[in-house]
């Protein structure tokens, strides 16, 4: 039998089959052709993207607030920093001033003579210099009405150290009225305001109205009992190291102060806090100083506070020691433990590590 025999014609068709099917797959990829993504298909990736995002949020929120935690504790320790250098330049800590009403003065020194806030004391050892100079070259009482608006305008001066970044930036903050201020004027206008507080000690801050003058202070019969208050910053204070016989990484400093939510950038009579509302520079109030005496709180709405230590951050607020150590503190610590660290000279024993 002979062999089948394939001539020209047939390998013609097998090169038109061939390019039949070459023809046929170049069409089913070009762009006129190919099949767009169904309904259900993109609902399912729309789907799978915001999964995604829902996981990933908490942790990128998580790590933001650890930086804002973060920046805060290095804050404080920049506090305790100048605190001690203002220590070894005048032989005591900074003191808390005279009372509420009574602003920062540049020409009535330091310590006892000083009725502004701690944080004005600190402020040459914090490279601000300048801003404590505002208005210094008299010291004459009653105080002239030139210096009454320019220790104002120290009021409007915000200072990056003393914002919790967690809480509010830096900047002028609306208040609730008109302040009556004993050596400057409050003209209603919005003012700069601090979220670290010096430690009284475990005794409430509260201390009646005072009034004395440049030239009678010293001899002024209304201040309190130079034990009154058991802490390291207060009322015309001048607590030397020795003094903290607890041991300085034993006793509260500074730290973060507790704030109605709603007050954060306007404090007003409708949501009021009272420990919130005269400014960084006033003397010795709720606004720059608290108890370790009350519990400490974290920022709730409704409330009030004036003597609590607290702070915007989830389940903790940071502390600095007399030592100039710092440290996150639980809302959990002991009661009895928070009231011993507020104390310089209590004689407890403080066991931190279950802090």
Known sequence: MAAPHFGKNTERKE?????SHRQAFRSQLSPRNRQAFTLVELLVVIAIIGILVALLLPAVQSAREAARR????????NQGLACHQHHDTHGYFPTGGWGSGWMADPDQGYGRSQPGAWMFSILP????????????????WPVGIRKRRELLSIMKMPV????????????????????????WIHDGSALARSDYVGCVGSVSVVWPSMSPTYENHDSYAGWPGKD???????????????????????????????????????????????????GWLTGHNGDNVRSSGSPPLPDTEGINP????????????????????????????DLDTHFA???????????????
Not at 306 to 330: L, R
């Open 306 to 333: 004036y003597e609590n230590w607290g702070s915007a951050h989830p389940g903790v607020f940071n502390v600095m020691f007399a030592d100039g150590s710092t440290q996150s503190i639980s809302y959990d610590i």
């Open 341 to 355: 660290l507020g104390t310089r000279a209590g004689g407890e024993v403080v066991d931190k590590s279950n802090l």
């Open 228 to 278: 009154h208050f058991d802490g390291m910053i207060f009322m015309r204070s001048e607590i030397s190291i020795r003094r903290v016989v607890d041991g300085t990484s034993n006793t509260y400093m500074v730290g973060e102060k507790t704030v109605r939510p709603e007050a954060y950038e306007s404090n007003t009579t409708t949501y009021p806090d009272f420990g919130d509302d005269e």
């Open 15 to 19: 090169l038109r089959f061939t390019e």
């Open 70 to 77: 973060t920046q805060c504790i290095n804050q404080l320790r």
């Open 125 to 140: 050892f914090m490279e601000a210099q300048a801003i404590h100079d505002i208005g210094k070259g008299d010291p004459s």
């Open 160 to 183: 990056e150290h003393f914002y919790c970044p967690s809480r509010r930036s830096p900047g002028l903050y609306g208040m609730k009225g008109t302040l009556g201020g004993k050596n």
